[in-house]
């Protein structure tokens, strides 16, 4: 490599020699030309652009759309290192779908003063509506992504939950069928477990999850908020692979109960909707009266078994970055056993003492929102400039309890091809949880996003970064 790794990194580890997982990748990279690789490299970026995959910045009078760069060296995990990542994202997503149930029914955990009864109550994400609303299955989280990142060898943190709306799965197939169009030699050197049946995958988990009102075949859709969304090539791309209707607001309306979208022979009515529709703008009758997104009375037929929404109305408390903090709790409260996966340690800033703590190291910690996503603010205190730290201070110091603090981690690197050879970038890792009544069905891999600039330690791809694809070894 060009650069010499200051932190784990997981094609060499500690040393020079490749570890076993990259082992036969290493190999095949060392026979191949540079240049070549930057030609296919400059191929992939042409093949993204060509299918109109995108994203969308906002900030400015209008939405900036992007091309979000691609690496061309996959990020790459043992069968074995898996199997134990399976366990405790499976483990944690058990947990969250029964506080979610739990806190909009009995409450026992709050009972338990295992959480504070405030954290729930004065929550934003925290829908009354929803309290006593059985969710058809008993599922909350349809859909979840856990953020991972990775600090040794044996050392894994969750970062945050990801249960209300997880983007990013189309990336994960794109990046996967890039790969396979750009070098199907490496895939006959390389076992590598597939991702490409996910949308079958999603499909059967979605149906399995059908209302009671459901019968015959379950009809699945997919709600979009509409063609200026962020993540519009995504809504569609899943609606499209997994053979469901891509619907907008205006598409639907109830009918005989239930909630029935227009063909070209009349209403139909849909059994499972996959909503890409923040909880506010999902009913007008029942939250934000102006939203032209959503269908007006279907909380209504949810709460009366007509429909699935998948995930539920009111799971987003459990991505709090505030309830987080008390997720090795939660999982022992639900599961009766530790935590495999470790949280980040973290400081709750609505706590004096936190705070103080805080605000005198706030030059080494990472703060954050506790109902912010996307790496919007966020202050990553080693990379922030005096004024950076002071405007922050300011904003910590007026309204405590919209932040947690936590420590700046040392994220493992990945390689990335650079115009010099293989370069250290530091990486995360999103792996999708499928949950229906009766299973829980992980796919093996996820979306690694990179942070492309030498030494930053922010992934998002709002914030400049991009993505690889992650290989899962058979064992």
């Known amino acids: 490599m060009t650069d010499k790794p200051e932190f784990f990194d997981e094609m060499t580890g500690s040393g020079d020699t490749p570890r076993a997982p990259y082992a036969e990748y290493h190999r095949w990279f060392e026979g191949e030309d540079i240049a070549r690789l930057r030609h296919k490299s400059n191929e992939a970026e042409t093949f993204f652009r060509r299918t109109g995959i995108t994203f969308n910045v906002y900030g400015q009078a209008e939405a900036d759309e992007r091309l979000i760069p691609f690496d061309i060296v996959p990020r790459i995990i043992s069968g074995r290192e898996w199997s134990r990542l399976a366990r405790g994202i499976e483990q944690r997503v058990r947990a969250i779908n029964a506080f979610l149930y739990d806190i909009y029914h009995r409450q026992e955990i709050l009972r338990a003063g295992r959480v504070p009864p405030e954290l729930i109550a004065r929550n934003e994400a925290f829908l009354p509506q929803m309290i006593g609303v059985n969710p058809p299955g008993g599922v909350y989280t349809h859909i979840v992504g856990t953020d991972l990142v990775r600090t040794g060898e044996d050392e894994v943190y969750v970062l945050e939950d990801n249960a209300r709306t997880p983007s990013g799965v189309s990336y994960m197939l794109e990046n996967r069928e890039t790969m ?207 004024k950076e730290l002071a405007a922050f201070r300011a904003k910590l110091e007026a309204k405590p309890g919209n932040y947690i603090a936590q420590p700046t981690l040392s994220l493992s690197t990945v390689p990335i091809l650079t115009k010099a050879g293989l370069a250290p970038r530091h990486v995360d890792l999103r792996p999708y949880v499928l949950v229906s009544p009766d299973k829980i069905d992980l796919v093996p891999g996820g979306l690694t996003r990179v942070a492309l600039k030498q030494g930053s330690l922010v992934v998002n791809s709002s914030q400049g970064g991009g993505t690889k694809d992650t290989w899962v070894l058979e064992e």
């Open 180 to 386: 396979l169009q750009m070098f199907p030699e490496l895939f006959s050197k390389v076992r590598v477990q597939q991702v490409s049946d996910y949308p079958a995958r999603l499909r059967r988990s979605l149906a399995a999850s059908a209302p009671p009102a459901c019968s015959g075949k379950p009809v699945v859709a997919v709600l979009t908020p509409g063609i200026h969304n962020s993540a519009y090539f995504e809504h569609s791309f899943l609606a499209d692979q997994m053979g469901g209707e891509l619907v907008e607001g205006s598409d639907l309306r109830v009918v005989d109960g239930r909630i029935a979208m227009r063909t070209t022979r009349g209403y139909k009515a849909i059994d499972v909707l996959y909503r890409r529709v923040d909880d506010e703008y999902l009913d007008p009758l029942v939250f934000n009266p102006a939203s032209m997104l959503g269908v007006p009375g279907i909380m209504d037929v949810y709460r009366s078994g007509g429909i699935t929404i998948a995930n539920a109305p009111g799971t987003g408390i459990s991505d709090d970055k505030a309830i987080y903090s008390y997720m090795p709790d939660i999982v022992e409260f639900y599961t009766g056993e530790k935590a495999i996966l470790k949280n980040v340690p973290t400081w709750r800033c609505s706590d004096g003492d936190s705070l103080k703590y805080v605000l005198d190291n706030l030059a080494e910690l990472v703060v954050k929102e506790v109902h912010g996503s996307g790496g919007y603010g966020m202050l990553v205190g080693p990379a922030a400039s005096k």
